[in-house]
């Protein structure tokens, strides 16, 4: 399994701006998941994106993926404090076994002020 | 509700001690996960399991042991032989039968060790 690397390592923003987050990988995934750390807690899953897809929305979140590449972003819109969080990306070997094995990098730690 | 259910919360033990983490979950996967966690770092897989009565060591399986009689139990062993036990340890779970799909996690066990 490989490991993704998030951009930046920390990021401050206020209330209803924008947050983005960036993730770069090496080699050809079958999908790529993001997920969300709040502190002392575990890890929630927030979106997967296939490798023949470019841009996937959820509610507030969008994310886009580039395979030439091999990086993808998270897009956060009109955050809110309670988007205070680490989040971390997890790109899926392609191949392999069929069960999620991923590794996770150090995160984008994101702190919302209000 | 499903879940993954880690207990205790928070653990203290004396070095030279075996200490078990417990790990339950209710989502009918059939694979569970270990993974550790250090201040400021990204998770580290430690054992997974495909299916009951099988497992495999992931990156850090060193001075860790699992067993997986059940398909809602993954108990985690934390042996004296673990040079530095004291972490953040998070269980996770998913299907198999769904490729690369996402990883349920629970709410960890902060384990200390003096």
């Known amino acids: 399994s490989q490991q993704g690397e998030e951009d930046p390592q920390a990021l401050s923003i206020q209330e209803g701006e924008n947050a983005t987050m960036n993730c770069s990988y090496k080699?050809?995934?079958?999908?790529l998941q993001w997920y969300r750390q709040n502190s002392g807690r575990g890890l929630v899953h927030l979106i997967l994106i296939r490798s023949n897809e470019r841009e996937k929305h959820s509610g507030r979140l969008r994310v886009t993926l580039d395979t030439s590449k091999k990086s993808s972003s998270l897009l956060i819109t009109a955050s809110r404090a309670a988007d205070t969080a680490s989040y971390f990306c997890a790109p899926a070997n392609a191949g392999g076994t069929s069960y999620g094995k991923l590794t996770f990098g150090q995160g984008t730690i994101l702190t919302v002020h209000p | 509700d499903g879940g993954i259910t880690q207990s205790p919360k928070y653990l203290f033990r004396k070095e030279g001690q075996n200490v078990t983490l417990s790990c339950e979950q209710n989502l009918n996967h059939d694979a569970m996960y270990w993974y550790r966690q250090d201040p400021g770092q990204g998770l580290r897989l430690i054992y997974y399991s495909q299916i009951v009565n099988d497992f495999q060591k992931g990156d850090i399986a060193e001075g860790y042991s699992v067993s997986r009689e059940k398909k809602e139990s993954f108990p985690l062993t934390v042996t004296s032989a673990q040079k530095n036990p004291t972490a953040f340890y998070l269980c996770a779970s998913s299907q198999v039968v769904v490729y690369n799909s996402p990883l349920h996690f629970g709410n960890g066990t902060r384990l200390t060790v003096t």
């Open positions: 080699t050809s995934i079958n999908n």
